[in-house]
C-alpha cells in the first residue's frame, strides 16, 4: 500500500465532529514499515491531536526513532500542511531532505516539500549544546 493510500484510508477513521475536518497521515520509518494516524479532536479543544502525531507516536510505541517520509491528506481543495508543532515533531525524527507530500481527496492536486522547506531554521540538538 501506498503512503497516500494509507493516509487516506486511516483519514476516514479520524474524530472530527467539532470541525468536520478529517485529516489523515501515513510516514514510513527508516525500516520501511508504514505507520499512520489520524486526527482525534476533543470538545475541550484545541486538546486534540494531530494527524500526524499520533502516526509519530505509533512509530515510536513500535521502537522506530527515525522516519524517511510522510504523506499527509485532507478533504480540502488544496494540500493541507502539518501545522507548526507537527513540523517541529516531524523535524524530531526526520532529517531535512525527507520528503513530505500533501495531498487532498477534493482533488489530485499535491504538493511536496522537504521537511527542511517546510521548518527552516527548526529547533534541534544543536540549540541544546549549551546546557
Given at each position: ?17 467539532y470541525s468536520n475536518f478529517k485529516v489523515g497521515a501515513a510516514i514510513r520509518a527508516a525500516s520501511g514499515t508504514v505507520y499512520v494516524g489520524c486526527n ?92
Amino acid at each position: 500500500m501506498s503512503l497516500k493510500d494509507a493516509a487516506t484510508a486511516v483519514m476516514a477513521n479520524a474524530h472530527a465532529p467539532y470541525s468536520n475536518f478529517k485529516v489523515g497521515a501515513a510516514i514510513r520509518a527508516a525500516s520501511g514499515t508504514v505507520y499512520v494516524g489520524c486526527n482525534v479532536e476533543n470538545v475541550a479543544y484545541p486538546e486534540g491531536t494531530c494527524a500526524e502525531a499520533g502516526a509519530i507516536a505509533a512509530m515510536v510505541a513500535a521502537g522506530e526513532t527515525e522516519l524517511s517520509e510522510v504523506y499527509v491528506i485532507a478533504g480540502s481543495s488544496m494540500p493541507v500542511t502539518p501545522c507548526g508543532g507537527c513540523r517541529q515533531k516531524l523535524a524530531e525524527f526526520g532529517a531535512e531532505e525527507v520528503r513530505v507530500t500533501m495531498g487532498t481527496t477534493a482533488n489530485d492536486t499535491e504538493l511536496t516539500m522537504t521537511l527542511g522547506a517546510l521548518l527552516p531554521g527548526a529547533f534541534n540538538t544543536d540549540h541544546m549544546d549549551d546546557i
